[in-house]
């Protein structure tokens, strides 16, 4: 009980979203506070993965990983540091955790959507819309692989209707996803819809202002506009 009255709080503001004041609360615990340690690195790992700083999210994700005897706690956080290792490029750590975590059934809609992502940035484009068909059949709602069959399916102008309506319902069930903006914003433009394609490119904009591939996909999508 009394780990769970430590903890409590922070829980409670980290349930709410507010995941600035869980973590400055988990941090300010004092060494040696009556808490498992373990949990609160669990916790202080998701909050810096909420809060997009995931340096500091991958030494307490770690910690989890090896120490933890809570297999779901260890499956959720292995997941987790294979989408970090996944976006800061460390692609094959990415993909040993997703491989592993196929190999316990955990969530596998998700983890092929994830290998989709990481096939992607290898340049295997053949492989990740392998994979996002396979996340698809497992879940036809999920809304990562929606978005990613989308725009992949629109950098490769496959299939561009297709592409648009995966990137609706994509879109329509997450409203305020920036990614999902962004990736209906460049199926517009490659249908040659600029008008269309500006204003989702600028609502992404507008919601992830420093993402470097909506800035470059806005700015290409602005040029045939202003016809500059």
């Not at 922070?10 to 004041?21: A, E, N, R």
């Not at 970090?84 to 997703?98: H, N, P, Q, T, V």
């Not at 990137?167 to 962004?182: E, G, I, R, T, V």
Request: glycine fraction near 4%; hydrophobic fraction near 40%; include cysteine.
């Amino acid at each position: 009980m009394a780990e769970k009255n430590i903890l409590s709080e922070g829980i409670s503001l980290y349930q709410k979203k507010d995941f600035t004041g869980a973590l400055t609360f988990f941090l300010s615990l004092p060494d040696d506070a009556e808490a498992d340690h373990i949990e609160l690195a669990y916790y202080i790992g998701l909050c810096y993965a909420k809060l997009e700083r995931y340096d500091d999210a991958l030494l307490y994700l770690e910690q989890v990983v090896t120490a933890d005897r809570q297999a779901q706690r260890v499956l959720q956080c292995r997941y987790l540091l294979a989408v970090i290792y996944a976006m800061s490029g460390r692609k094959k750590l990415a993909d040993f955790e997703l491989n592993k975590l196929l190999e316990t059934g955990y969530r596998p809609a998700a983890v092929y959507a994830s290998l989709a992502y990481v096939a992607w940035q290898q340049n295997d484009k053949d492989k990740c819309i392998e994979y996002y068909k396979k996340s698809l059949e497992i879940e036809p709602e999920n809304t990562t692989a929606l978005n990613g069959m989308g725009y992949v399916l629109a950098c490769e102008e496959k299939d561009l209707t297709k592409a648009l309506s995966y990137c609706k319902k994509a879109l329509d069930k997450n409203p305020d996803s920036a990614a999902c903006m962004d990736s209906i914003g460049w199926v517009y433009y490659k249908l040659g819809l600029h008008a269309d394609a500006e204003r989702y490119l600028t609502q992404a904009h507008n919601l992830k202002p420093e993402n470097a591939e909506i800035i470059e996909h806005m700015q290409i999508a602005q040029v045939d506009v202003n016809g500059k």
